[in-house]
């Protein structure tokens, strides 16, 4: 079975601060995304990776993929309030996604 | 463009009381769907997968299943519900083609007494 493991599973950073979340998984794979998670809410996609070297950008976010590794990364730019969220992972394999055990994101002012 | 719907949004049942938890699709055709559970604080598990009408995957043995009666229509159901099946239900789909970004619904919260 495919394993997928994030860490850190919790961060708290202050504002302005920059900051990387990993994934790791355990076979290879070609496709990686990444969601956000609001408390209490549902999953939003955030990136989406399919190749290796892939990388996005999304405002202060952004995501990269080395499947030679088998990692990817989410790194966090000058962080702001609005980033607190939980931030999962999940790779592709068949007709399943496996889900990293996310990351619990708090920016403190 | 595609939207997802699940219902209800919250659910308060008791102990050994029967389930049914509905999604639907709209805006694409013969999509795969998804169901997971989210346990309170805690990641994704998935439950059920299904490729087309019919066609059902379990992946975790419990007393929950599964049916799609229809192409965009996805069902979970229970005849007797476990304390331990609270927790927020998430149905998903996706395209099923070249690559397989799953979107999600708003989910439903269910809380067995």
């Known amino acids: 079975e495919l394993k997928v493991e994030q860490n850190p599973l919790f961060l708290s950073m202050q504002e302005g601060k920059n900051y990387t979340i990993y994934c790791n998984y355990s076979t290879t794979s070609d496709r990686l995304y990444w969601y956000r998670q609001d408390p209490g809410k549902s999953l939003e996609s955030l990136f989406v990776l399919l190749s290796n070297g892939a990388v996005k950008q999304e405002g202060r976010l952004m995501a990269s993929l080395d499947t030679k590794a088998r990692l990817s990364t989410l790194h966090i730019t000058a962080a702001v309030h609005d980033l607190s969220a939980t931030y999962f992972c999940?790779?592709?394999?068949?007709?399943?996604?496996?889900f990293g055990t996310g990351t619990s994101l708090t920016v403190i002012p | 463009s595609q939207t997802i719907h699940q219902w209800p949004a919250t659910l308060v049942q008791p102990v050994g009381s029967p389930l049914s938890l509905e999604c639907t699709v709209e805006g694409t055709s013969n999509p795969n769907l998804y169901w997971y559970r989210q346990a309170a604080g805690r990641g994704l598990q998935l439950l059920f997968y299904s490729v087309g009408i019919g066609q059902i995957s379990s992946e975790v043995p419990q007393n929950l299943s599964a049916s799609r009666p229809q192409d965009r229509q996805f069902i979970l159901s229970s005849k007797k519900l476990l304390l331990s099946d609270s927790g927020f239900y998430l149905c998903?789909?996706?395209?099923?083609?070249?690559?397989?970004?799953?979107?999600f619904g708003p989910g439903t919260r269910l809380t067995v007494l």
């Open positions: 999940a790779v592709e394999g068949g007709n399943q996604f496996y």
């Open positions: 998903a789909w996706s395209e099923g083609s070249s690559y397989n970004e799953q979107f």
